[in-house]
């Protein structure tokens, strides 16, 4: 597998890694806003032009494994690339290009003490962020996550207020413990195979007490820290208080790469640990987090906690897969979701937090009349929300289409109307958003005239348009992007699973 | 060039979304560039679809297909199906246009509006021109979210309740229809609409099919308003006058009724719908939505209550023609979507122009109102004649032939429905009319005098009455409404 | 001393820092439960390295003494958002703060 490793690709997993890393402690020793501002805008795009050769790497060779440090398997750190993780660096790539801008432009205008701070804990969460998407060794996941956790953490605490502090340490406890419980799991899966390096470790479905274990520490170590359903307590409050460009970066990449880390996990080293009974299970979790979060949402009065819950019930989306493994177009629809999902909330936190500059919070009903002055983020909010909803012509339509397309070429109909009903309530929330936007003031002198869309500066106009409309644009790429997202060899997932 | 010519669907409904992008992206406060773009647009589009209807006439292949995802095409044609809905909007999307500046030249969020009128055409547009039921369930839920910030247009309490209501209906019955929609593509392995269906060839169990037909007749019947799925509708009706007119006539209804009909015709066809005993279920249901719907509009006070439920009385004798399944039914039912849609849309217009200008929105407010407005109040009364069914106007064409295809097919129980419908058509339509012109006029306004509505509300008014009119006096030309039936007709009996 | 006490000491510890993190309301009980567990489980790898047919395992090694790094770094973290949040609101413990 090695060999199938070139210069350029073996330079672009080193980039994707250390290029933030570095340019992270240049920040920290050099902190000079515009010229790091400027940095990170040039990194993302030399990473997105990497990603291309990358891809198609992984198109013509399939996956991808580097050993590191010239070191040899097992005892190596590796490299992973596949399908999955490919959907993942793009997401992450394509969200660092929208979201440092604004987040740059945001702490700007609101006069942050600490706006300065800002680009170094962005550079250190997206480091921690590539590493736990392309790392092969379970124990540098864990160092990973850890960083990830502290980056992240660092993120909610830009909030300043109490309630933000308060629920950053919220935050940092459940990925503490989250952290330890995978540290367990690790360790156990040492003592009894004797391996970290993931592409070798294949546990069969008559495992040992201890490898269970080590697989149940996993799942509820890393699900603390995705906040996916029933351990997402932290999520909600964090958003609540976290600022915004913080709020997008949770919901869009950090939770997204947690539960990217679960399925790598159940469906690689223990893919052969699955009976009808426990993928059915997880099926089940993932259905009731959707209708959970969904509910959640539709009961909330302020929109950056109904986007959270919102983020809550999409989550639950791709657990489906675990029960549909079997189906190619399940891994294909849950990769698709995974990418919109996350460009298409990000842009709606963004949008949002253009609608608290103009409003000063973010409670829906202070939100009447803002179509006059706000429409252009409303239509992106419109647009993306389309997108989570799953309706055409977007992305999340293609996603849908092939989820529902898995379920019902498996028979398994059931997941049908959770799918559908899913999308139904998140149609719900997202219209319910708008629905008090369209509202009339009663007075219509009340709108302050200063607060304008054109009043904003462009920094924080484009990027959540770019989220939208690339969130729009997968809707059209289906057949561009399929070939990318086919999973060649289901063995590896399926070994074993007894259907 | 041919290529070019033969994309002819793609230019049709991209003539409307360009027009609908530039006029969100021009904003608010340029109304005359705005207005210039709508009108435009619509020309071009009526242009390009007159070229399309005579290439369909000359029997040329229009198609554009583009490849979504693996197995899913993006897929666009013209057949003569496809022209009886295009045509239709097309010119009533003129029409209607020119109404609508004048009927909101003092309302606030115009741009707003424009846009998504234009993207509701354009959702239309391409529920005509699908040429399979993925393409066809993309502009369907289009609609639906195009039209919504249509509805909540006055922003009242009441319009959030109405455009709540109406998304859940269509957003409800998407679902439905989605997962119809995939079971098909599972099945058959594509959508592609096609003469005389194609859903026999899957071989599939005889239940599995009626669940099949189940779902997606039920997805698309919420549009159709077919009762009971018909609640959103008088809702909607806190819509300014154009938007409801473009609901009722053109858009929303239509592609319900339009989407029965494919999928009687070029999805499960009709023998297979008749083996399944489908044509019963889907002429009950029209037959039930025809009469409940005309019992409603009786007790209605509201004159746009009137018109809503006579809409969803009216829109049932499409599906009432592709229920009874015979050739002349078929022609009945496939002409009134046109006929419908015409008078219709007049009489929309003529409650506008009277809430316009005279603020009159009940019957009671009526009385005398074709003294004060003469011919506003013809042209009402030339269309309600119509509705009933009186000749020569386009309505009675459409019962004629749907009674005759009962008669032919053996479903004498036709006659009766449409007699009994009639009758309640003029028992809430000739009141209406007596009102109008034989009743005095309040005693607060008599020196009002003649005060018609201003020239962009006439206008669109008197040429869309005219078009009612002359479908009927008309209907043996050749591209009448009714010979077009009879065309498309002819190439579904083979 | 059988090799057997080292895991049960670990399992203990482990078992201890968990009670503690389910248990305490005060935000340092729970950070020094947190550690406990950490703690637990790096004592637990140190066994597994002994013993091997070729002398001590040098991966459980690496792997500990990493964590003790991950370990000092999140405490010291989490340390100091401790006393943050003390001296903003005086608490010391999470109560729901939640801003308008």
Not at chain 1, 23 to 48: K, Q, T
Not at chain 1, 319 to 329: D, K, Y
Not at chain 1, 450 to 464: E, G, I, K, M, N
Not at chain 2, 418 to 424: A, E, G, K, M
Request: glycine content about 10%; hydrophobic content about 55%; aromatic content about 8%.
């Amino acid at each position: 597998m090695t060999e199938a490793i070139d210069g350029l690709t073996a330079g672009s997993l080193t980039a994707l890694i250390l290029g933030p890393l570095i340019l992270a402690l240049v920040a920290v020793a050099l902190p000079r806003r515009r010229l790091i501002d400027s940095a990170v805008m040039l990194l993302a795009l030399l990473l997105l032009a990497l990603l291309l050769p990358l891809s198609r790497a992984v198109l013509t060779h399939g996956p991808l494994v580097m050993d590191l440090g010239g070191h040899d398997a097992p005892i190596a750190i590796p490299l992973y690339v596949d399908s999955l993780a490919l959907g993942m660096l793009w997401l992450l790539t394509l969200l660092a290009l929208a979201i440092h801008p604004y987040a740059s432009a945001w702490l700007q205008r609101s006069d942050h003490p600490h706006a300065d701070d800002y680009p170094a804990l962005w550079l250190v969460l997206w480091t921690g962020l590539n590493s736990l998407v392309l790392s092969g060794d379970l124990f540098n996941l864990y160092v990973m996550l850890e960083v990830t956790t502290l980056g992240a953490v660092s993120l909610v605490m830009l909030g300043q207020s109490a309630g933000a502090v308060s629920a950053a340490a919220r935050y940092l406890f459940f990925a503490l413990v989250g952290s330890v419980l995978f540290l367990l799991g690790t360790a156990l899966v040492y003592a009894d195979i004797g391996l970290l390096y993931m592409p070798m470790i294949a546990v069969h479905a008559d495992a040992s007490p201890a490898i269970v274990v080590a697989l149940l520490a996993i799942t509820a170590g890393v699900a603390m820290k995705a906040a996916l359903f029933p351990l997402h307590a932290w999520l909600p409050i964090a958003h609540a208080s976290a600022p915004t460009p913080a709020s997008a970066v949770l919901s869009a990449a950090v939770a997204t790469a947690g539960v990217y880390l679960l399925l790598r996990l159940w469906l690689g080293p223990f893919a052969g640990t699955w009976t009808i009974t426990t993928a059915q299970g997880i099926g089940v979790i993932g259905a009731a987090g959707i209708l959970y979060g969904s509910a959640q949402a539709l009961r909330q009065q302020r929109i950056k906690v109904i986007v959270a819950y919102s983020t809550v019930a999409q989550l639950g989306y791709l657990l489906l897969l675990v029960p549909l493994a079997q189906s190619p177009l399940a891994w294909q629809g849950a990769v698709y979701h995974a990418v919109t999902h996350g460009l298409a909330k990000a842009g709606i936190f963004l949008a949002a937090g253009n609608l608290i500059l103009a409003i000063g919070n973010d409670r829906l009903e202070n939100l009447s009349g803002a179509d006059q002055f706000a429409a252009k983020n409303l239509l992106v909010i419109g647009i993306a929300g389309a997108a989570v909803a799953g309706l055409p012509p977007t992305g999340g339509f293609i996603a849908k289409w092939w989820l529902l397309s898995a379920a019902l070429g498996q028979g398994q109909w059931w997941w049908v109307a959770v799918i559908a009903v899913g999308s139904l309530l998140a149609a719900a929330y997202v219209f319910r958003i708008l629905q008090y936007a369209m509202r009339q003031p009663e007075n219509r002198a009340e709108i302050d005239p200063r607060v304008r869309d054109q009043s904003l500066p462009y920094a924080l106009l484009w990027p959540p348009a770019l989220l939208a409309a690339l969130a729009l644009g997968l809707g059209f790429s289906g057949e561009l992007l399929a070939p990318f997202l086919q999973v060649t060899d289901l063995s590896p997932a399926l070994g074993g699973t007894g259907r | 060039m041919s290529a070019v010519y033969s994309a002819m669907p793609l230019w049709v409904v991209l003539s409307s979304l360009v027009a609908a992008v530039l006029i969100l992206i021009v904003g608010e406060p340029y109304g005359r560039t705005r207005a210039a773009i709508n009108v435009v647009a619509a020309v071009v589009k009526l242009l390009l679809v007159t070229v399309m209807l005579w290439g369909v006439g000359q029997g040329h292949d229009f198609q554009f297909s583009a490849t979504l995802a693996p197995g899913i095409d993006f897929h666009l044609h013209a057949d003569a199906l496809t022209m009886l809905l295009s045509v239709l909007s097309a010119i009533l999307w003129l029409v209607t246009t020119i109404y609508a500046i004048g009927y909101l030249k003092d309302s606030h969020d115009r741009a707003r509006f424009f846009g998504f009128f234009s993207l509701c055409v354009t959702a239309t547009m391409g529920v005509a021109a699908a040429g399979n039921l993925f393409t066809f369930f993309i502009f369907y839920e289009l609609l639906s979210l195009s039209t919504w910030p249509l509805v909540v247009h006055d922003g009242t309490p009441k319009a959030m309740r109405a455009g709540a209501a109406y998304l859940a209906f269509t957003l409800v019955g998407g679902a439905l229809l989605l997962v119809g929609i995939v079971v098909v593509q599972l099945l058959a392995g594509g959508t592609g609409f096609t003469p005389g269906g194609f859903m026999a060839a899957t071989g599939a169990s005889k239940t599995l099919l009626v669940c099949v037909f189940l779902l997606l007749f039920a997805g698309t019947a919420v549009k159709a308003a077919l009762v009971p799925l018909h609640v959103w509708l008088p809702r909607a009706m806190v819509a300014p006058a154009p938007v409801s007119a473009l609901l009722h006539a053109v858009a929303v209804v239509k592609a319900g009724a339009f989407g029965i009909v494919r999928l009687v015709y070029d999805v499960f066809g009709l023998e297979l719908t008749a083996l399944l005993g489908m044509n019963h279920v889907v002429a009950a249901a029209a037959a039930v939505t025809i009469l409940y719907g005309s019992m409603q509009a009786l007790k209605q006070t509201d004159l746009k209550a009137v018109l809503a439920y006579s809409t969803v009385s009216q829109v049932s004798y499409i599906a009432l023609g592709v229920g009874i399944g015979s050739p002349l039914a078929s022609i009945g039912g496939l002409a009134h979507l046109v006929h419908q849609g015409l008078m219709k849309i007049t009489l929309f217009f003529c409650a506008g122009n009277l809430v316009h200008t005279h603020g009159v929105t009940k019957i009671t407010e009526m009385d005398g109102a074709g003294r004060r407005m003469p011919w506003t109040m013809s042209a009402f009364t030339i269309a309600a004649l119509g509705m009933i069914g009186v000749p020569p106007v386009a309505g009675f064409l459409s019962k004629w032939y749907l009674g005759l295809g009962g008669l032919q097919h053996g479903q004498s129980w036709i006659v009766p429905l449409l007699v009994i419908s009639t009758i309640l058509n003029a028992a809430y339509f000739l009141p209406l009319i007596r009102r109008a012109w034989f009743a005095p006029v309040p005693g607060n306004q008599r020196d009002a005098g003649v005060r018609e509505a201003p020239a962009s509300l006439l206008w669109p008014t008197l040429v869309a009455a005219a078009l009612a009119l002359g479908s009927g006096f008309l209907g043996g030309m050749p591209y009448s409404p009714l010979e077009w039936a009879r065309f498309i007709v002819e190439r579904v009996y083979g | 001393m059988t090799p057997i006490v080292f895991p049960v000491t670990a399992a203990l510890l482990f078992a201890i820092g968990l009670y503690g993190v389910l248990t305490r309301a005060r935000l340092i009980q729970r950070l020094l439960a947190v550690n406990l567990m950490a703690s637990a489980i790096f004592l637990f790898l140190i066994v597994t390295s002994t013993g091997g047919p070729h002398g001590p395992d040098p991966v459980p090694q690496a792997m500990v003494l990493t964590g003790i790094v991950v370990a000092l770094s999140t405490m010291a973290y989490a340390l100091v958002l401790i006393r943050h949040l003390r001296v903003l609101t005086r608490a010391e413990t999470l109560e729901s703060i939640v801003d308008d």
